[in-house]
T-cell receptor, first 110, second 115 residues
Framework: RKEVEQDPGPFNVPEGATVAFNCTYS??????FFWYRQDCRKEPKLLMS???SGNEDGRFTAQLNRASQYISLLIRDSKLSDSATYLC???????????FGPGTRLSVLP | DAGVTQSPTHLIKTRGQQVTLRCSPK?????VSWYQQALGQGPQFIFQ???????QRGNFPDRFSGHQFPNYSSELNVNALLLGDSALYLC??????????????FGSGTQLSVL
């Protein structure tokens, strides 16, 4: 079993739709959690950190459930520019490495 | 504020050859991590350098080695290249000291093709 798993995708949604991505992690000692966005053949870029209290950044909402070891990302009112691969990332602990999930590809269609 | 820079952007090698990739971290960062990303997959952790030493290592063979210099820049070396080494190699920098605000910032990567 991989340490970080994500919905396999791809997700094809129309503009304006709401889409949710799910991620699970197996290392209960993991300290920090993130969502990264990666455009085709480009480097991953930090989208947002994920906190237990949940956090929102415009149309994006991230949630963390430590008990279930589950992370989610919700995108509301999808735009064409949201088309990308979304990577769930976990920091194992201080001085440890970041572990990436396989990514979920999103295509927002006109 | 300079971001993470990597060189070269593209590289073509043949099986059995050796390659060196270079990375300069974001200003103020002291930790460099290297990742390999095959097409359609998430980045896989190769190793991390902090204070000029390899601090963490992923599940990669000894053909993959690295170095960090006093100015925090880093090199990734791959010996005896295999076709399966073809991938995007990403360098990421972060702050190595204990921090609840630790984040990874990536360079634009080196696309390595092994023929």
């Amino acid at each position: 079993r991989k340490e970080v798993e994500q919905d396999p995708g791809p997700f094809n949604v129309p503009e304006g739709a709401t889409v949710a991505f799910n991620c699970t992690y197996s290392n209960s000692a993991s300290q920090s959690f993130f969502w990264y966005r990666q455009d085709c053949r480009k480097e991953p870029k930090l989208l947002m950190s994920v906190y237990s209290s949940g956090n929102e950044d415009g149309r994006f909402t991230a949630q963390l459930n430590r008990a279930s070891q589950y992370i989610s990302l919700l995108i509301r009112d999808s735009k064409l520019s949201d088309s990308a691969t979304y990577l769930c990332v976990v920091l194992r602990g201080y001085g440890q490495n970041f572990v990436f999930g396989p990514g979920t590809r999103l295509s927002v269609l006109p | 504020d300079a971001g993470v820079t990597q060189s070269p952007t593209h590289l073509i090698k043949t099986r059995g050859q050796q390659v060196t990739l270079r990375c300069s971290p974001k200003s103020g960062h002291d930790t460099v991590s290297w990742y390999q990303q095959a097409l359609g997959q998430g980045p896989q952790f190769i190793f991390q350098y902090y204070e000029e030493e390899e601090r963490q290592r992923g599940n990669f063979p000894d053909r993959f080695s690295g170095h960090q210099f006093p100015n925090y820049s880093s090199e990734l070396n791959v010996n005896a290249l295999l076709l399966g080494d073809s991938a995007l190699y990403l360098c990421a920098s972060s702050l190595g000291r204990l921090s609840t605000n630790e984040k990874l910032f990536f360079g634009s990567g080196t696309q390595l093709s092994v023929l």
